[in-house]
């Protein structure tokens, strides 16, 4: 079974910052992009960033010169710094995971979801 486990939301002022984490664990063969989706209250779900296997990355115009993707591929960890946050930035964050996983001896693709991140940013 593979399972990702998300870290790092929580309450913060306008001007602020948080770093988001997510990690990846379970019979992963392989893991290529790896992204940050959030979903704000009555909204659908939309990208905030991706990064892709050789590194990578892009972004929503939205949060571009604020928000910065990386990657540590020896822990299967993605992250998410936010910087100069603000309140349309408040959402659940979820962080969304291509891999190749083993099972029952044989490989299959896997897209995977964290269970999300709460973000609030108070004005």
């Known amino acids: 079974q593979v399972q990702l486990v998300e870290s790092g939301g929580g309450l913060v002022q306008a001007g602020g910052s948080l770093r988001l984490s997510c990690t990846a664990s379970?019979?992963?063969?392989?893991?290529?992009?790896m992204r940050w989706y959030r979903q704000a209250p009555g909204k659908q779900r939309e990208l905030v960033a991706a990064?892709?296997?050789?590194?990578?990355?892009n972004y929503a115009d939205s949060v571009k010169g604020r928000f910065t993707i990386s990657r540590e591929n020896a822990k299967n960890t993605v992250y998410l710094q936010m910087n100069r946050l603000i309140p349309e930035d408040t959402a659940v964050y979820y962080c969304?995971?291509?891999?190749?996983?083993?099972?029952?001896?044989?490989?299959?693709?896997?897209?995977?979801w964290g269970q999300g991140t709460l973000v609030t940013v108070s004005s």
């Open positions: 969304n995971v291509d891999m190749v996983i083993t099972e029952t001896a044989r490989y299959r693709y896997l897209e995977a």
């Open positions: 379970g019979s992963i063969l392989s893991i290529s992009a």
């Open positions: 990064i892709a296997s050789g590194g990578s990355t």
